[in-house]
């Protein structure tokens, strides 16, 4: 089994900036593509940014100039930089990754989520 855990949420005022965290942990042999989704009150959970192993970064419009996402293979985690935070940012950020287990089989595991609250 693979855990994610997520951490960094918080409250934060307009033009703020937060780092958020996830690590992983349990029968990971590697992991691929690495990724932050969002999911604001009543909408949908949309991607911000993936990272995949050789470290090609993508990004959602919305926030490109102001996140970066970043992985230290070593320590199996991955981080999303927010800067110039606005009250649009505001959601549960949650992180996604693609996982070979020890088994070497592939699944996609999902994090709990943390809060991330921009107040103008």
């Known amino acids: 089994q693979v855990q994610l855990v997520e951490s960094g949420g918080d409250l934060v005022q307009a033009g703020g900036s937060l780092r958020l965290s996830c690590a992983a942990s349990g029968n990971i042999f590697s992991i691929n593509t690495m990724g932050w989704y969002r999911q604001a009150p009543g909408k949908q959970r949309d991607l911000v940014a993936t990272?995949?192993?050789?470290?090609?970064?993508n990004y959602v419009e919305s926030v490109k100039g102001r996140f970066t996402i970043s992985r230290d293979d070593a320590k199996n985690t991955m981080y999303l930089q927010m800067n110039s935070l606005k009250p649009e940012d505001t959601a549960v950020y949650y992180c996604n990754a693609d996982v070979t287990t020890i088994s070497r089989l592939n699944y996609k595991y999902w994090g709990p989520g943390t809060q991330v609250t921009v107040s103008s």
């Open positions: 990272i995949t192993r050789s470290g090609t970064e």
